[in-house]
């Protein structure tokens, strides 16, 4: 779009179906590298990427001719079939359903993509369900218990 300038930053986060740890650490790197290629193709800009063994954080650059839902329905749908071509895991591997999507200013950029990256670190500390619901709750996001993920206790 002519004449159209925006700054948008997401971070975009979602969850292995029934929360299994089905990602394996072995075989990060190259899911990284294909999620990236969704986000590029589909003309976003990714800025920061980890996927635990059961769930994803990304960081985003979004263009507004773009929607959010879109774009994380064409990661997790691309992403699905590529771990599934490659035979990772027994059985069928999906993410869960819905996804959380938090914005961010210029001026965090930095420090959320560290927080992305160091992952592995924070979660010995804090669970994904407290990390999720801390989000949420930071963002002042309303929700209803019986539509978060599922979790592993």
């Known amino acids: 779009m002519a004449n159209t300038y925006s700054q948008v930053y997401i971070q975009i986060v979602f969850a292995v179906a029934g929360r ?6 072995a075989n990060r790197e190259e899911l990284h590298k294909y999620i990236s290629g969704i986000v590029d193709r589909r003309g976003q800009k990714m800025l920061s990427i980890f996927c635990m063994p059961d769930h994803t ?13 879109d ?16 035979r ?13 999507a938090f914005s961010y200013s210029r001026s965090q ?37 019986a539509y978060l993920f599922d979790w592993i206790d």
């Open 88 to 100: 990772w895991v027994r059985g069928h591997f999906n993410w869960q359903e819905g996804f959380g």
């Open 109 to 145: 950029i930095d420090s959320v993509s560290k927080y992305i990256l160091n992952q592995e670190e924070h979660h010995k500390r804090r669970s994904f369900k407290r990390e999720y619901i801390g989000f949420l709750k930071k963002f002042e996001v309303e929700y209803d218990d």
């Open 57 to 69: 954080h990304i960081l985003v650059g979004m263009r507004p001719s773009f929607s959010i839902s």
């Open 71 to 86: 774009l994380t329905r064409d990661i997790k749908a691309g992403s699905s079939n590529f771990i599934n071509d490659k």
């Open 20 to 25: 299994q740890n089905l990602i394996p650490a």
